[in-house]
């Protein structure tokens, strides 16, 4: 098993930044891809920035040049900066992650979410 904890989130004004984080901890072999998605009511969920255990990394063309994806291996944490924030940022941030077991399976995680409004 595998629990995910995510801070960060809040309430910023149009251009404001904000960071992400997400610890990853349990029972498990490693952990493999990293991701964040976001949602907001009414739509679905969509993939925001993912990043490999390597380090490669790729993002939706909504957010590109202006969020960064990194993770820490050994601290197991996935971060999201977020720069330039607009209005239509604004959603649950969710985490997620691909988590190998001992017995080599691989699962998917999701963390709780965390509010991320941008309003002035």
């Known amino acids: 098993q595998v629990q995910l904890v995510e801070s960060g989130g809040g309430l910023v004004q149009p251009g404001g930044s904000l960071r992400l984080s997400c610890v990853a901890s349990?029972?498990?072999?490693?952990?493999?891809?990293m991701n964040w998605y976001r949602q907001v009511p009414g739509k679905e969920r969509e993939l925001v920035a993912a990043?490999?255990?390597?380090?490669?990394?790729n993002y939706a063309d909504s957010v590109k040049g202006r969020f960064t994806i990194s993770r820490d291996n050994a601290k197991n944490t996935v971060y999201l900066q977020m720069n330039s924030l607009k209005p239509e940022d604004t959603a649950v941030y969710y985490c997620?992650?691909?988590?190998?077991?001992?017995?080599?399976?691989?699962?998917?995680?999701w963390g709780q979410g965390t509010q991320v409004t941008v309003s002035s």
């Open positions: 997620n992650v691909r988590a190998r077991t001992f017995r080599y399976f691989d699962y998917d995680y």
């Open positions: 349990g029972t498990f072999y490693s952990i493999n891809a």
């Open positions: 990043v490999t255990v390597g380090g490669s990394t």
